[in-house]
């Protein structure tokens, strides 16, 4: 057995050992880890892949014991050498211990030694602690095997006592860490883009190094905005490069319109059910550039490949649209081909609109999501406003701190008897 040999853990807990104490330093770790943070590498990073290690750094887990008679268990009984004081001698002798060996999960260890805002001075006895298991143990027991067993249980439901008191408190940190760090992310990449921004209207000639890209944004737009976002040319820490995005307004706008445009394919069941793939690509792109217009008052949307609807930058593509009638899974496998095999620029826009003609809708929405969530460039799910839409986080093939910013949107096909 190895580990922090404790006759009483209580030995080693004092005022200043406090739990407190630890969770400042969590939050403190987390404050410093981004005021250090490489501002190009902070800027090239996706924001909530910045939230994601920063909450990591704060979180704190409080152990979980496994209490059960399917993980605890006796070792077998050891003589040991006791002291006694007897008539004001100092004497020894041999004395039986009994050890009950209870594994704990999840948590720091240093939790046990640490005084919650709620706590008790008495000690918690143990024999041994180490990263996994407590020992607590029995010397000289008397009585009968259930005095000996009910004394291993007050001394489990002491723990537990200390450990409810210790989770409360880190259930509060931990939604602390949780609420504070985005915001703190977003402040801390506005202050350098901000301090960015001012450098390059100052007036001076700016140094930059050989392989950082300049852009100027070559697309003019009534609706739709591009906006400036970091790229990460090749290299773990590259410089700050300008990319155009699609701004997350023109995006819900450009949803907007594909959605209604589809609903009113939903509501003519004749003319639908004779449109191919590509015709329904071609509707669509009637009604978004009816909305918007491109450089020079020309079309902004234009279309690509069999059923792709696109927003085209400096042969990247800002916004990528997939219409797809479905025809069993392979139809979100063809999905997903065609919006990974463009390049991308980082944060791009995308949508993959499935009709569906199929009597069951709900039972194909769900093996249509359930693609998603297992194709390798799958980040995370996104919070959808918005009954009947799934937005997910994916990334680039080749780069996956290139993300895309998905939206899937299925609607049922009605055909013309039903």
Same mark, same amino acid.
Request: net charge negative; hydrophobic share 30%; aromatic share 2%.
């Given at each position: 057995m190895s580990g922090i040999p404790l006759f009483a853990l209580? /030995?080693?807990?004092? /005022? /200043?050992?406090? #739990? /407190?104490?630890l969770l400042g330093r969590k939050g403190s770790a987390v404050a410093e880890h981004l005021r250090d943070w490489d501002p190009d590498d902070l800027l090239n990073t996706p924001a909530q892949d910045v939230i994601d290690q920063l909450v990591a750094i704060g979180t704190v887990n409080c152990p979980r014991l496994l209490a059960d008679e399917e993980h605890i268990h006796l070792l077998e009984p050891t003589e040991i050498t006791q002291e006694y004081i007897e008539f004001d001698r100092r004497m020894t002798r041999r004395v039986m211990r009994f050890t009950l060996v209870v594994p704990y999960v999840d948590g720091q260890r240093e939790i046990f030694l640490l005084r919650a805002s709620q706590d008790t001075y008495n000690p918690l006895v143990a024999l041994l602690l180490?990263?996994? !298991? #407590?020992? #607590?143990?029995?010397?000289?027991?008397?009585?009968?095997? !259930?005095?000996?067993?009910?004394?291993f249980d007050a001394m489990i439901a002491e723990i537990e006592e200390h450990l409810s008191w210790s989770r409360r408190d880190i259930d509060t940190h931990n939604r602390w860490i949780r609420d504070e760090v985005p915001p703190a992310v977003e402040k801390r990449r506005e202050e350098l883009l901000a301090a960015r921004n001012l450098q390059s209207q100052i007036g001076y000639r700016i140094k930059r190094r050989p392989d950082a890209d300049t852009y100027t944004v070559p697309v003019q737009r009534k609706s739709v905005r591009p906006q400036q976002q970091p790229r990460r040319p090749s290299g773990a820490k590259a410089p700050f490069t300008p990319e155009p995005v699609m701004a997350e307004q023109d995006y819900r706008e450009a949803l907007r319109v594909l959605r209604d445009q589809a609903i009113a394919l939903e509501r003519t069941p004749s003319l639908a059910a004779k449109l191919k793939e590509e015709e329904i690509r071609d509707v669509l792109l009637i009604g978004l550039n009816g909305q918007f217009e491109g450089k020079a008052g020309g079309e902004l949307f234009n279309g690509g490949g069999k059923t792709d609807i696109l927003i085209r930058v400096d042969n990247r593509n800002i916004f990528i649209? !997939?219409?797809k009638v479905w025809h069993g899974e392979k139809?979100?496998?063809e999905a997903h081909e065609q919006l990974f095999s463009y390049l991308v620029w980082r944060d791009t826009k995308a949508a993959i609109l499935l009709f569906i003609r199929n009597k069951d809708v709900t039972a194909v929405i769900r093996k249509a999501v359930a693609k998603i969530w297992k194709h390798p460039n799958f980040k995370r799910d996104r919070l959808s406003n918005r009954e009947g839409e799934y937005e997910f986080t994916m990334h680039a093939s080749d780069d996956p701190e290139r993300e895309i910013h998905l939206t899937f949107i299925p609607f049922a096909l009605r055909s013309t008897t039903g």
């Open positions: 209580g /030995s080693m807990r004092d /005022s /200043s050992a406090s #739990l /407190s104490g180490n990263d996994h !298991e #407590l020992y #607590l143990n029995i010397d000289n027991p008397r009585g009968d095997p !259930e005095a000996i067993k009910a004394m649209g !997939e219409c139809s979100m496998d």
